[in-house]
């Protein structure tokens, strides 16, 4: 009898494996306990945000200032959109050739560009998830503390523009990882670079006065000051500022921000210190400088990222 018994399992569609990989990574990175106590911090200090100022008008019995403006201006600073990039991405490849367990991952039916996208999305699930979170929670501390709201349309465009900075910093941390294949690795270089670049710049602002060129690098940038109908705000024209900055073009597309040197000069024993004016860019050019260096840079990293692990010996 030449009947066959069909017994092959049908293979499961791409999307399926695809987000099983997906998958595997969340539910990696929710069970990490760094993660964890990141966004538990993270929470602490929005809260104390607009907690502080409760108990300092109780303690002063003065009432506190309405800032319709608050929600609109809230962001994760620079330090805070480089340790979630760090917990998300720190050991999501790396660990997986430290403890062994990349080879049962690829012994399954998945290629290792899926893995490797897989991987990608799940950061990117992640860190969408919790800054959303973050961002509604400064919408209603911000709303019930300092009352009504203004522009409140904007403020998924600082959600985009602090997703995409953060995402830079995960480029750079996962293409240290896979070209490592060490954990304690990627987390030192990774500390190095963003410490390395925020003193450098800041030492080059100070004794070289700023310059455009800052604004290259990962991080903050150079410093500078804008003019607004509601008066002068702190520009940073780094790729740490994008959310910011994209609401601050959208508000003012025609405003001009303006570039001090510190000048220290002795005048007889005491040093006198003075502000020199630099040079001036439009709030237009800083913005989508910022944004096309983030994204030029994210692409750059992953692709040596994709290269390596793709590449990478596995050893079982």
Do not use: C
């Not at 969408?128 to 522009?151: A, D, E, R, W």
């Amino acid at each position: 009898m030449n009947t066959r018994t069909s017994t092959r399992r049908r293979r499961p569609s791409w999307f399926i494996r695809f987000w099983a990989v997906v998958r595997y990574e969340m539910l990696w990175n929710i069970r990490k306990k760094k993660f964890l106590g990141l966004v538990i911090v993270a929470f602490a200090l929005a809260t104390l945000i607009w907690v502080l100022p409760i108990v300092s008008s109780n303690a002063t019995d003065q009432p506190i200032e309405a800032d319709p403006d608050f929600a609109v201006n809230f962001a994760i600073p620079g330090i805070g959109l480089f340790l979630f990039a760090l917990i998300t991405a720190m050991n999501s490849f790396s660990s997986e050739f430290e403890s062994g367990t990349v080879v049962p991952l690829l012994t399954k039916p998945v290629s290792r560009t899926m893995v490797f996208l897989g991987k990608l999305l799940a950061a990117l699930i992640i860190i969408l998830f919790t800054y959303t979170i973050l961002f509604v929670y400064g919408i209603i501390g911000g709303t019930l503390v300092y009352g009504s709201q203004n522009n409140l349309h904007l403020v998924p465009i600082g959600l985009f523009g602090n997703i995409l900075s953060t995402f830079l910093w995960v480029a750079i941390i996962i293409a240290a990882g896979t070209l490592s294949k060490s954990t304690i690795i990627s987390a030192l270089v990774a500390f190095g670079l963003f410490f390395g670049l925020l003193f450098a710049v800041q030492i080059i602002s100070v004794l070289a006065g700023p310059s455009p060129i800052l604004n290259y690098v990962p991080g903050s940038g150079a410093s500078g000051k804008m003019m607004t109908p509601q008066g002068q705000i702190d520009i940073g024209a780094g790729t740490d500022n994008i959310g910011v900055n994209m609401i601050n073009y959208v508000l003012y597309p025609s405003a001009n921000v303006d570039f001090n040197m510190t000048r220290i000069e002795l005048q007889g024993n005491q040093p006198l210190i003075t502000q020199v004016f630099a040079y001036s860019e439009p709030i237009s050019l800083i913005t989508s400088r910022s944004v096309v260096t983030t994204i030029v840079y994210t692409i750059v990293f992953l692709f040596i990222a994709w290269i390596a692990f793709k590449w990478a010996q596995i050893l079982e």
